[in-house]
């Protein structure tokens, strides 16, 4: 089935560490994106990117890092700049031909916990 | 710049009871309007989208909402509450270009109960 994979679900992370969330996707969607979401709060957006080799900054991308070398692969590493990380992160795609509506679709998620 | 303002952060119906959710955006270019529905501790699930087609849109799960430019609303209704509704709905807004953001709001949590 087509579709977008986020591992791990829950990830407990050491303060000082740093951590990669792992999304893949195989709609063959150019566009990739990163939320955060915090308990009444919705979705803010760290990073996203429309093409391989290029990503932009969202509204929160401070303590965050990503890289876009294929197409159907957009990791997310949590570093120790971010002062709190512990949330609910939400990988999405997008297909930029405009087939789909200009919808995104959203993987199930991964909690990150700083113990 | 676009923005999208969710009216009341939990909303509680009865079973039967009609379900509304309000949504107001803001938008200086024709917006693309979403709404999804979120279960506890999984991602986002497409109700159903505005696309500058039909203003009102029927979505899954008997869900609709209905485009109204004037006042700037995108509300979504339900006639009849289920339980299996009870969950967190967000309003969503984007550009029409498929280069443009998606903008959510802050997100309404509706209970249904018996």
């Known amino acids: 089935d087509g579709g977008i994979t986020q591992s791990p679900k829950y990830l407990f992370r050491k303060e000082g560490q740093n951590v990669t969330l792992s999304c893949e996707q195989n709609?063959?969607?150019?566009?990739m994106y990163w939320y955060r979401q915090d308990p009444g709060q919705g979705l803010r957006l760290i990073y996203y990117?429309?093409?391989?080799?290029?990503?932009q900054k969202g509204d929160i991308a401070e303590g965050y890092s990503v890289s876009r070398e294929k197409k159907e692969s957009f990791p997310l590493t949590v570093t120790s700049a971010q002062k709190n990380p512990t949330a609910f992160y939400l990988c999405?795609?997008?297909?930029?031909?405009?087939?789909?509506?200009?919808?995104?679709?959203f993987g199930e998620g991964s909690w990150l916990t700083v113990v | 710049a676009q923005s999208v303002t969710q009216l009341g952060s939990h909303v509680s119906v009865s079973e039967g009871a009609l379900v509304l959710l309000r949504c107001n955006y803001s938008?200086?270019?024709?917006?693309?309007l979403f709404w999804y529905v979120q279960y506890p501790n999984q991602g986002l699930q497409l109700l159903l989208k505005?696309?500058?087609?039909?203003?009102l849109v029927k979505g899954i799960n008997g869900f609709e909402a209905e485009f109204k430019k004037s006042e700037t609303s995108f509300h979504l209704t339900k006639p009849s509450a289920h339980m299996s509704d009870a969950a967190e709905y967000f309003c969503?807004?984007?550009?029409?270009?498929?280069?443009?953001?998606?903008?959510f709001g802050a997100g309404t949590r509706l209970a249904v109960h018996p």
């Open positions: 938008s200086s270019v024709p917006p693309y």
């Open positions: 969503a807004v984007s550009g029409s270009g498929g280069y443009n953001k998606l903008i």
């Open positions: 709609l063959n969607h150019d566009a």
């Open positions: 505005y696309t500058s087609a039909a203003t």
């Open positions: 990117s429309q093409i391989v080799n290029d990503f």
């Open positions: 999405a795609s997008r297909d930029l031909t405009g087939n789909s509506g200009n919808t995104i679709y």
